[in-house]
């Protein structure tokens, strides 16, 4: 009798401490929760009757309602190399992030992330509400969220194998506000994503922009031997070979921004239309297209595929992309075409401890022309990670640069530390 009592208590108040909204995730989270359930049905306080109903209520209640805060902190220090005038040493907190997460309701769930990047202006980087209603292969986001596009891109920062991430991130969407329908292992093996962007940007650096012409992005990847998770290397020391292939597509009519940077800033920074972006930049804050002129607008197609590989430690990932700006008045203006790519690779020789890490880049603006933006590097790297994850990691990157337009005398040393929670 006083067991049945005592399970009875027991099984209400883990009960409670799951569901509570309150002081429940703030005494408890799941792993500490499955271990004390654990214990307790060893110590034959719970029956394995009562450890289900345990689980059940548990499970319906995350899928119910739930929140989950994240705190993310990168310490950065460069040291970049050159004439003794040009030398420079620098300390900052390269990121500051905090995030919400969870469910509102069974099928709605919510993602609001605000950034205090470099100590200074703070900014939403995220807030989105996913819908689930659609079926289990189909999922409606809407909001400010990362664009499906690029691998490396949606990969949060804090869980990349190098410092930062390739030069060719140029040519990446970043956020913007927008729709977007996504599913996930359909059949096992697929993932997809496609959305239409309101060309806003997360710094609404184009806040009134006319959104009569959006922009469209799309991603789709196979996974054939299972799933690949979305973090770059492999710290989790995958058992079994997994590889991913996928392919990237962006098109932007007559916008002047999407996602985080101007696409126009990019293409037009070629010597040829200098004096087409110095207007950009000089009414570029607040600009609604209309009033620009005709040949400040134009076209621009990016496509791209991926492949990533991961097996006990060993990490390959490759990404590249073509760009292709065409501006309305062809008879002023020419088109521009951009392209860039890189390989990547880590292996452990410390299981989940310690990695030493390669990447090669390649960016040319203008594929036509010199310009001072066509660039190349090498850099290789050591990640420590002493809990095992991306959470906590201390990283060291050495960059060798080379110009195409002449030689800089700009490699540089770059450390990183990251505590997140």
Not at 210 to 225: K, V
Request: net charge negative; hydrophobic share 35%; with cysteine.
């Amino acid at each position: 009798m006083k067991k049945g009592i005592v399970s009875g208590i027991v099984v209400s108040a883990l009960t409670l401490a799951s569901v509570s909204p309150g002081w429940g995730m703030q005494l408890f989270n799941d792993k500490k929760l499955d271990s004390l359930v654990e214990r307790l049905q060893k110590k034959g306080v719970l029956t394995e009757e009562e450890v289900r109903e345990f689980k059940a209520a548990d499970q319906k209640s995350a899928n119910e309602h739930s929140f989950k805060a994240g705190v993310r902190l990168q310490l950065r220090y460069e040291y970049k190399e050159g004439d003794i005038a040009e030398r420079t040493s620098d300390l900052n907190i390269r990121r500051a992030r905090i995030s919400f997460e969870g469910n509102m309701y069974p099928e709605v769930a919510y993602k609001f992330e605000v950034a205090l990047d470099g100590m200074e202006d703070l900014s939403m980087k995220d807030a989105s509400l996913t819908f689930g209603q659609l079926g289990p292969y189909a999922q409606l986001r809407v909001g400010q969220f990362k664009t499906p596009f690029s691998r490396q891109r949606i990969a949060s920062s804090g869980k990349l194998q190098m410092i930062d991430r390739s030069p060719i991130e140029k040519l990446y969407p970043g956020r913007d506000i927008g729709f977007e329908l996504s599913g996930k292992n359909i059949l096992g093996v697929l993932d997809y994503g496609v959305a239409m962007e309101a060309g806003v940007g997360d710094k609404r650096k184009f806040k009134n922009t006319d959104n009569s012409e959006w922009w469209y992005d799309g991603r789709i990847a196979c996974h054939p031997l299972g799933e690949v998770p979305l973090a770059e290397g492999d710290v989790q020391y995958t058992d079994n070979f997994r590889f991913e292939i996928a392919a990237n597509g962006l098109y932007a009519p007559s916008q002047v921004a999407f996602g985080e940077r101007s696409i126009h800033d990019m293409f037009l920074a070629d010597e040829v239309y200098t004096a087409q972006a110095a207007a950009i930049k000089a009414i570029g804050n607040g600009t609604k297209l209309s009033g620009l002129p005709a040949g400040m607008i134009g076209d621009t197609i990016i496509w791209g595929p991926e492949l990533t590989i991961i097996y006990k430690g060993l990490s390959l990932a490759m990404e590249y992309y073509k760009a292709t700006y065409t501006p309305e008045d062809t008879v002023s203006f020419r088109k521009i075409h951009s392209e860039g790519y890189f390989v990547q690779g880590g292996a452990f020789v410390i299981p989940k401890t310690l990695e030493l890490t390669a990447r090669y880049d390649r960016f040319d603006r203008n594929t036509e022309a010199k310009t001072q933006s066509d660039t190349r590097e090498y850099t290789v790297g050591v990640n420590y990670f002493p809990t095992g994850d991306h959470n906590y990691k201390w990283q060291a990157n050495y960059i060798w640069r080379k110009e195409d337009w002449k030689e800089i005398d700009n490699n540089s040393l770059v450390m990183n530390l990251q505590v997140a929670y």
